[in-house]
Nanobody
Framework: QVQLVESGGGLVQPGGSLRLSCAAS????????MGWYRQAPGKQRQLVAT???????DYLDSVKGRFTISRDNTKNTLYLQMNTLKPEDTAVYYC??????????????WGQGTLVTVSS
């Protein structure tokens, strides 16, 4: 089993910053891709940012230049640095990972989500 635990959400004023963390634990041989998704009330879950095992990143257009995704492979931890936050960034943010749990065994795992609220 692999578990993902997010932290770092909260209430922040527009223009502020937050840093989300996602720690993976369990029987992990390696973690392939990792990413952050978000879901605002009444809307579908959307991909915010991804990072491959080799460090290649991709971002939702609306967060480019404001958000930075990174990972520490030694700690199996994913981060999302969010700057210049806007009210439209308000959502529950979910961590996602594709982990190898053994030879030719892969598992997609989701965290429980952390709420980010951007409001004055």
């Amino acid at each position: 089993q692999v578990q993902l635990v997010e932290s770092g959400g909260g209430l922040v004023q527009p223009g502020g910053s937050l840093r989300l963390s996602c720690a993976a634990s369990g029987t992990i041989f390696s973690i392939e891709s990792m990413g952050w998704y978000r879901q605002a009330p009444g809307k579908q879950r959307q991909l915010v940012a991804t990072v491959t095992g080799g460090g290649l990143t991709d971002y939702l257009d609306s967060v480019k230049g404001r958000f930075t995704i990174s990972r520490d492979n030694t700690k199996n931890t994913l981060y999302l640095q969010m700057n210049t936050l806007k009210p439209e960034d308000t959502a529950v943010y979910y961590c996602n990972a594709v982990a190898s749990t053994g030879p030719h065994k892969y598992l997609e795992v989701w965290g429980q989500g952390t709420l980010v609220t951007v409001s004055s």
